[in-house]
């Protein structure tokens, strides 16, 4: 599958190219238009734990679609994430697997594997939803931004802290620590801000420029209450 990313940076389109028979694996609702000759089936990938896990746990979708090209000419599938933003091609092999946070998958090659495991307890607490999505095997993923994305080549032994709302993904293996951002929870409330991941490299890992979860509470606090 050779991807094509169109009207990036800010509402970035994903143009799947398919060779004859060529199939990948997309989140419900991701598709924008597509050619003739491609079928679209749903299932859930995993059996039916893996796919209520994946949805119960990690924020995708309890069902997975399967675009499939014509078995005899070449086809192609545009694709899209809910909210303005950018969106990459990473690369995973057996040897380097990925861990993208919850919301940020949108697409992957055959060849990959989703599964959602524990990111701990305190992403739970800093609202981002506790758990992460890890995908293994080999092929492409593609993963959206809200906002702006941005890839750091993390050298070994070096490092940085980011707020979990902006991060996006990194590579399996990497050391992270998360804790809060300010000690106690008064402290915490009166600087608006919740739990950060200290990371250490080596590794790759994006972020993005703007924070869903900010988004969720700046619309709670803004919409009127809807009356019964």
Known sequence: MQVELRHSPSYAVARCHLAPGEQFQ??????????????VSAQMQGGFMGALKRSALGGESFFVSTFAGHPHAPTWVDIAPSLPG??????????????????????SEQGISLDTKWGGAKLLFGGEGGFVVRCSGQGKVIAASFGALDLLEVPPGQGFTIDTGHLVAYDEGMQVQLRKVAKGWIQTGKTGEGFVMDIQGPGRVWTQSRNPTALVDWLTTALPFTRA
């Open 26 to 39: 997309g989140e419900s609702g991701v598709m924008v238009m597509q050619s003739t000759g491609v079928t």
């Open 86 to 107: 950018d969106i990459t091609v990473m690369e995973v092999t057996p040897q380097r697997g990925l861990v993208l946070t919850r919301g940020s998958w949108i697409a």
